[in-house]
């Protein structure tokens, strides 16, 4: 169904793709993984159009096969109506009853025309389907939770979570048998990404997405196209992510042995050729120098072949340093959360008493009497809409609650963390972020920023060129250097690559603190969560 061949991308002097070469077939699910700007959301718009490569093939089979993309980017031309989504890739009627008549014309003079039976065919069907299109706009809708929506209503006023499941109405409703989905899962709750799992599943055709969703991803990949960043180049792993990370991690163990073995052999090698070297200078001018011809001539042959061994051995050094050189495993660093001074707090780190929120007199979520304890890692679950925003946003003091009280424990000092973290939440960099809120010199803070993964300059690149990882991973230590002892994060891990929420769950999960955080990464969730607060029905249970 999509076939790419030898895919070259640059942007001036930057390479993002380079010989780009995969296919794919009905009944295939392919992720692309690869960390952000590696070159993911490049290579979909390539495929789809949208950029022209600088070099390369892209096939479409047959060549009237029915695609829809999916941009990771949801902004549109202001005044989209919701209708102009739905209709992406489809013809209008009045297009096809002109198209049929062209084609009907053509097919006058060329009636034994394949290729143009097959497109008259084609009009035809769609244009039948026309009629039938209206009942399945309102189930899809339904589905999706915007029939609550009129068809000319902005796109402008969506959520994300609505855009995102627009997007994907319109790929159900425009029949396409190639679905190019770049990051479809951001923004969807639970419910949506169970049935967006089940409808991948029972897809027929091909299916080419980007997900940063780990439990997605296990539940309907069926390989993994790894775009590495340091070669631009795709790599093809069948199964799932489970299947890609044994994988992964059973090359870079046999990658450190053979170089730590070719480490061995250099160091043998190179002290082998030292000591046949001094043999030979012994024999020229040891005990072998007494004046007998014979001793003399024996020494002198033993001290050439001896010379011969180092040569031939060093000849081999020198290529395995050379032409088989093997280039050591980079190390992966690990994120560490370094707190210079936590306060303690009592028991009780958080306590919610008789709460109702929301806005007015319309409570989104009503009765809570719950308490976490200090240290307790809790995720604050449910379905888009339900008020979990509102709660955090409660909890933090930026909305007065309905009724009821908040209450911290003794000590606690809450931080908030959302999602979009944009530069005007830091200083010029991150050096200047984290004096801006210490007391610390230069070098303690290169040292404590290295906890954060900014090594050497990186500590000065500026706030606005940040990557999302980087964003959040400053937002941490700035939290951490200030003293911050209860997280309170509302969807931290939107728009992070898959390395970037491994090393950021990492760091959370040894957080000596409280964590309260709304997350829809159950991957995440099933490593991180001690307690779970479900919203439903506008009231909380606790998990």
């Known amino acids: 169904m999509l076939k790419l061949n030898q895919i070259h991308k640059s942007y001036g002097t930057r390479q993002v793709l380079t010989q780009i070469n995969f296919s794919l077939v009905s009944g295939e699910r392919a992720a692309i993984l690869g960390?952000?700007?590696?070159?993911?959301?490049?290579?979909?718009?390539?495929?789809?159009?949208?950029?022209?490569?600088?070099?390369?093939?892209?096939?479409?089979?047959?060549?009237?096969?029915?695609?829809?993309?999916?941009?990771?980017s949801r902004q549109l031309p202001e005044g989209t109506r919701i209708s102009e989504v739905l209709q992406r890739g489809k013809e209008h009627p009045a297009e096809l009853e002109a198209k049929l008549e062209s084609l009907s014309r053509q097919l006058s003079f060329a009636p034994q025309d394949e290729t143009l039976q097959e497109a008259f065919d084609r009009a035809l069907a769609a244009l039948t389907h026309t009629d039938q299109d209206q009942d399945a706009l309102l189930k899809v809708l339904l589905v999706f939770g915007l029939d609550r929506f009129e068809l000319t209503t902005p796109v402008a006023i969506l959520s994300g979570g609505q855009r995102a499941r627009l997007y994907l109405a319109a790929a159900v409703l425009s029949r396409a048998r190639l679905l190019l989905l770049d990051e479809p899962t951001n923004d969807l709750d639970e419910p949506m990404l169970e049935w967006l799992e089940d409808w991948f599943?029972?897809?027929?055709?091909?299916?080419?997405?980007?997900?940063?969703?780990?439990?997605?991803?296990?539940?309907?990949?069926?390989?993994?196209?790894?775009?590495?960043?340091?070669?631009?180049?795709?790599?093809?792993?069948?199964?799932?992510?489970?299947?890609?990370?044994?994988?992964?991690?059973?090359?870079?163990?046999?990658?450190?042995?053979?170089?730590?073995?070719?480490?061995?052999?250099?160091?043998?090698?190179?002290?082998?050729?030292?000591?046949?070297?001094?043999?030979?200078?012994?024999?020229?001018?040891?005990?072998?120098?007494?004046?007998?011809?014979?001793?003399?001539?024996?020494?002198?042959?033993?001290?050439?072949?001896?010379v011969k061994r180092a040569t031939r051995i060093e000849e081999r050094l020198e290529k395995l340093q050379t032409d088989d050189k093997l280039e050591k495993p980079g190390r992966h660093w690990k994120m560490k959360m370094?707190?210079?001074?936590?306060?303690?707090?009592?028991?009780?780190?958080?306590?919610?008493?008789?709460?109702?929120?929301?806005?007015?007199?319309?409570?989104?979520?009503?009765?809570?009497?719950?308490?976490?304890?200090?240290?307790?890692?809790?995720?604050?679950?449910?379905?888009?809409?339900?008020g979990k925003t509102?709660?955090?946003?409660?909890?933090?003091?930026?909305?007065?609650?309905?009724?009821?009280?908040?209450?911290?424990?003794?000590?606690?000092?809450?931080?908030?963390?959302?999602?979009?973290?944009?530069?005007?939440?830091?200083?010029?960099?991150?050096?200047?972020?984290?004096?801006?809120?210490?007391?610390?010199?230069?070098?303690?803070?290169?040292?404590?920023?290295?906890?954060?993964?900014?090594?050497?300059?990186?500590?000065?690149?500026?706030?606005?060129?940040?990557?999302?990882?980087q964003s959040a991973r400053l937002m941490l230590a700035e939290m951490a250097v200030t003293g911050v002892n209860f997280l309170v994060m509302d969807e931290p891990l939107n728009h992070l690559d898959i390395e970037s929420r491994e090393q950021f769950g990492d760091a959370v999960m040894n957080f000596p603190g409280t964590v309260l955080a709304v997350v829809h990464d159950r991957y995440f969730r099933e490593r991180f969560a001690e307690v779970v607060w479900r919203v439903d029905n506008g009231r909380i249970r606790v998990l």
């Open 201 to 306: 599943r029972a897809f027929s055709g091909a299916i080419l997405f980007v997900s940063h969703d780990r439990a997605f991803l296990n539940r309907t990949a069926t390989q993994i196209l790894e775009l590495s960043p340091q070669t631009h180049t795709v790599t093809l792993y069948p199964g799932n992510y489970d299947a890609w990370r044994e994988r992964k991690s059973a090359e870079s163990a046999a990658a450190l042995a053979d170089w730590t073995r070719q480490q061995t052999e250099i160091n043998d090698l190179r002290e082998a050729a030292l000591h046949l070297r001094a043999n030979a200078k012994f024999r020229r001018g040891g005990k072998a120098d007494s004046g007998d011809k014979f001793l003399i001539g024996f020494f002198a042959n033993r001290s050439k072949g001896t």
């Open 338 to 386: 370094d707190f210079l001074s936590l306060n303690e707090t009592g028991m009780r780190a958080l306590e919610l008493r008789e709460l109702a929120v929301g806005y007015g007199d319309h409570p989104l979520i009503s009765e809570i009497s719950l308490s976490l304890s200090k240290g307790q890692k809790c995720v604050l679950a449910g379905p888009n809409g339900s």
């Open 390 to 469: 509102t709660l955090i946003r409660t909890i933090m003091g930026e909305l007065p609650p309905l009724s009821g009280e908040v209450r911290f424990g003794s000590n606690v000092v809450p931080g908030l963390m959302t999602q979009g973290l944009q530069a005007s939440c830091f200083k010029a960099n991150a050096f200047e972020t984290i004096r801006s809120v210490s007391n610390l010199n230069e070098t303690e803070i290169r040292r404590f920023l290295s906890y954060y993964l900014f090594f050497g300059d990186e500590v000065f690149v500026p706030a606005e060129v940040l990557s999302n990882g």
């Open 35 to 72: 960390p952000n700007g590696s070159g993911k959301t490049t290579l979909m718009r390539i495929i789809s159009g949208e950029e022209v490569p600088d070099q390369g093939t892209i096939q479409f089979s047959p060549p009237g096969l029915k695609w829809y993309y999916m941009p990771q």
